[in-house]
């Protein structure tokens, strides 16, 4: 059956400090890879999407996730985080052949100063 | 600018009432989604549309009701066989065409029980 994993519900860290929120998924079939952040109260917003070719991946807000087949992973990470980045993180899957997006249950990104 | 309004953004139910939310987009996308959040639980589909006049159920449908008479306009309606109605309700659309293809969302209505 597909899933999607997100071990970490709550991930405290301090600015500027490095950050990386794992993802890992369950398939038998090819995926398409997203991430999202929430602000409360808000929707979601997508920071980045991994559909084919290089598996390093760019996005916004100096974001970027690594997809890695072998370990059906998809990681989120940050150099230096700032305390805007405060939000809740999720990992969605498209799995092919389904029209469906699956989510994970989100990881809460507390940075302090 | 493009987007997607959810409306209202708060909103309350009295026991056994129906209550309908409101999502609208120009955003010229086919296809439309309801999605229920609760905390620790992520998001859950309840019904989503891939064409006017045609959708499906999706994981938690049961309480729920939608139409799609418009391209732009996809209603979600909560009965009162719904029991347990509080939660974050988010609606979403993307073209479709390529499952890769990201989702876009609104800013959400909060319902809660009176």
């Known amino acids: 059956a597909q899933s999607v994993t997100q071990l970490d519900s709550q991930v405290p860290v301090f600015e500027e400090a490095p950050v990386e929120l794992r993802c890992n998924y369950s398939s038998s079939v090819s995926v398409y890879l997203f991430w999202y952040v929430q602000y409360p109260n808000q929707g979601l917003q997508l920071l980045l999407k991994?559909?084919?070719?290089?598996?390093l991946v760019k996005g916004i807000n100096g974001f970027e996730a690594e997809f890695n087949k072998s370990q059906t992973s998809f990681h989120l990470r940050k150099p230096s985080v700032h305390i805007s980045d405060t939000a809740e993180y999720f990992c969605?899957?498209?799995?092919?052949?389904?029209?469906?997006?699956?989510f994970g249950t989100g990881t809460r990104l507390l940075v302090s100063p | 600018d493009g987007g997607i309004t959810q409306s209202p953004k708060y909103l309350f139910r009295k026991e056994g009432q129906n209550v309908t939310l409101s999502c609208e987009q120009n955003l010229n996308h086919d296809a439309m989604y309801w999605y229920r959040q609760d905390p620790g639980q992520g998001l859950r589909l309840i019904y989503y549309s891939q064409i006017v006049n045609d959708f499906q159920k999706g994981d938690i449908a049961e309480g729920y009701s939608v139409s799609r008479e418009k391209k732009e306009s996809f209603p979600l309606t909560v009965t009162s066989a719904q029991k347990n109605p509080t939660a974050f309700y988010l609606c979403?659309?993307?073209?479709?065409?390529?499952?890769?293809?990201?989702?876009?969302f609104g800013d959400g209505t909060r319902l809660s029980i009176l």
């Open positions: 979403a659309s993307r073209t479709t065409g390529h499952l890769g293809q990201p989702q876009h």
């Open positions: 969605a899957v498209t799995f092919t052949g389904f029209q469906k997006l699956v």
């Open positions: 991994y559909l084919s070719g290089s598996t």
